[in-house]
């Protein structure tokens, strides 16, 4: 069925809780294990057509946040998502306290259970107050984003259709659209500032009444980090500053004397080569139609999935007004159908966003055999492995796209991996500082957004940028506003996707072998687990950066950057 035809209607909230409490009493009363197993599968599949149809109207919300039915459905499930989470949080407690939870386990796997246990650390009734309001302000946020209007040469762009020019050859014209979208965030300066003390208030008041010292605690339970805790992070964010940031430096000191340029400042930082950033040979319909080669040519596996998604037209690409921005990929339980939401603009970065949400897509494509419906999608920092491995194991493809800029786009991509780690840590230490001082001024936080990008990212230069020079960059990341630390799991991610990317010019076929084993079992390991299935060196291990890091300076040493 194509996405346009799922049907999508407000479930009556009142009818699931009567449903569904009515099943967990018939599940409690149950005489054998054999009949609560039977019972707890009628559960799932109640939960998974909720799930369906929340998530149906939010994708149909973020490709047009105008459309006046959806919003008014997107703020029907930021009120009525924490509701539907109460009842979720009775069964979730009848679950792990089953008289038959060892023959539960057996059938549903131990980490189901470890799993609903962080669920209800995280979640009581005495919070909805505050989850929904949390849901609202993000929200408020997305819409904030989206309803960026910016004049540029008698045209009207978006935040991300301002990309290409925003990476001209003409030094004026990246500094004019540049200037042009910090200008929007500058305009919203206060709003945004606000929204985030609001949530930041918020999340330290629900973290407090769940029983946690503060939002830092409560953070890592929520995601499920059972493998790791933040003094590993903090001691892999060290390596980060010790092992890449020198590599990130010089590959900025490179780029800087490639574009014969005495600073390298902040409408720089994106443009590459004289001759251009590498950039797609044509429109969305060309990036889809090789994708699809490519997915064809890569393995039986992806050739049923990308048909799969192409057939049902599952996948919506292209930048529009409107249209929420960034990319991401979901899932539709009922139709076990994945999703891939993105803003093509022309740059590199649409075959980066195809790719990347295309792994995710394909290992819950590959996961849709498991029953048990919060199991079909690993956790986030596993997540990412699937779509940033994705990247690099269709290098082979990117001729497709870049024909003879090939070479300058998968320099651009392996220089950029190095660049964004210490990006991405910065992100997450920022949240930890934000998070242990839930009362520091808007002030203090920029202020220590700023002395971090000093540490992690110090070939910035904002000249006469005020707003930048202040520590407001962030603004723009959503994550910090929407999903609170989720951003460490790309850059442990990230270092496991470039031993990926090792393995796969070590041999290929052992790569992708390992690479499709993790697609198949979604949720039903742990990060560490999963590490481990894919013979990965564990981020968290002394010698993990390490194990790569001389392999790529060699692979990007060996290119004469300033002949492409």
Known sequence: MKFKDFKYERPDFEQFKKESNALIQEMQ??????????IIKKIHKYESKISTLQQIASVRHTIDTKDE???????YWDEYSPLYDEIKLVFAKALVNSKF???????????????????????????????????KLSSEYDKLIASAQIEYKGKTYNLAGLGPFRISKDRQERKETTDLYINFFKENKEKFEDIYDKLVKIRHEKAKKLGFNNYVEFGYVNMNRMDYNKEMVANFRKQVKELIVPVASKLYEDQKQRLGLEILTYYDEDFEFTSGNAKPHGDADFILDNGKKMYDELSAETKEFFDFMTDNELLDLETKPGKQGGGYCTYFADYKSPFIFSNFNGTSEDVDVLTHEAGHGFQLYSSRHIEVPRMIFATCESCEIHSMSMEFITWPWMELFFEEETNKYKYTHLASAMKFIPYGVTVDEFQHFIYENPQATKEERNKYWRKLEKEYLPHKNYMDCELLEEGCWWFRQGHIFAMPFYYIDYTLAQICALQFWKKMNDNREVGWQEYLAICKVGGTKSFLQLVELANLISPFEDGCIASVINEIKEYLDNIDDKKL
Do not use: H, M
């Open 101 to 135: 939870r060892l023959e539960l386990e057996a059938e549903f796997g131990s980490l189901y259970f470890k799993l609903t246990e962080n669920s209800l650390k995280v979640f009581s009734p005495e919070v909805i107050k505050e989850c929904q309001e949390e849901n």
């Open 69 to 75: 039915f959806y919003s008014k459905e997107n703020e």
């Open 29 to 38: 009363n149950a005489e054998t294990a054999n009949d609560q197993i039977t």
